[in-house]
Antibody, heavy 121, light 108 residues
Framework: EVQVVESGGDLVQPGGSLRLSCEAS????????MSWVRQAPGKGLEWVSSISGSGDVIYYADSVKGRFTVSRDTSNNALSLQMNSLTVDDAAVYFCVKMFTADWYAGFDYWGQGTLVTVSS | QSVLTQPPSASGGQRTTISCSGSSSNIGNNYVYWYQQLPGAAPTLLIYKNNQRPSGVPDRFSGSKSGTSASLAISGLRSEDEADYYCAAWDDSLSGYVFGTGTKVTVL
């Protein structure tokens, strides 16, 4: 059974940093691209970042480029999102998502339950 | 920001259709995916590659694409279909994914 479980969400002050993690199981991790998608309270879905199965192709939304860094650890079947210089606009539930194939453009397949990031002073 | 346009709401007693309007850089040149988000839950895949249903998704749900627009049709509406629905596609110009604005479906 495919499972992706996010963790690391927390309350952080504006300008602060946070690292989200995602543990994957039930599939061969290195064969699939992974993404982060977020949803602010009461709002729609917003794509954040995608990383290919090999980890050599990475894309970011303009809204987070230069502040967020995605990475993957194939040996531990783990995906991470390092978030720096957080603003109130970054407050959201962050979903870890398995893609259909190793390619970053393959489409979102399986979603985790999400982890909540709150940005407030 | 959302680049794909959906109606904010849709309703019906038997059947409803949700539209998703984009451009040549997204829907016009790439696959469209549809997601269902039940209240308080994570999104789940409903339709992939324009019109393919994952195993377990009832055939009451169907997807189509024409040019720079796509549609999701739900027939035989049930109370459990009340949810938010989102379309998504890769955008070649933005080099990123874009989601639709979301449509809330109400079963009459």
């Amino acid at each position: 059974e495919v499972q992706v479980v996010e963790s690391g969400g927390d309350l952080v002050q504006p300008g602060g940093s946070l690292r989200l993690s995602c543990e994957a199981s039930g599939f061969t991790f290195k064969n699939y691209a992974m993404s982060w998608v977020r949803q602010a309270p009461g709002k729609g879905l917003e794509w954040v970042s995608s990383i290919s199965g090999s980890g050599d192709v990475i894309y970011y939304a303009d809204s987070v480029k230069g502040r967020f860094t995605v990475s993957r650890d194939t040996s531990n079947n783990a995906l991470s999102l390092q978030m720096n210089s957080l603003t109130v606009d970054d407050a959201a539930v962050y979903f870890c998502v398995k893609m259909f194939t190793a390619d970053w453009y393959a489409g979102f397949d399986y979603w985790g339950q999400g982890t909540l990031v709150t940005v407030s002073s | 920001q959302s680049v794909l346009t959906q109606p904010p709401s849709a309703s019906g007693g038997q059947r409803t259709t949700i539209s998703c309007s984009g451009s040549s850089s997204n829907i016009g040149n790439n696959y469209v995916y549809w997601y269902q988000q039940l209240p308080g839950a994570a999104p789940t895949l409903l339709i992939y590659k324009n019109n393919q249903r994952p195993s377990g998704v009832p055939d009451r749900f169907s997807g189509s694409k024409s040019g720079t627009s796509a549609s999701l049709a739900i027939s035989g509406l049930r109370s459990e279909d009340e949810a938010d629905y989102y379309c998504a596609a890769w955008d070649d110009s933005l080099s990123g994914y874009v989601f639709g604005t979301g449509t809330k479906v109400t079963v009459l």
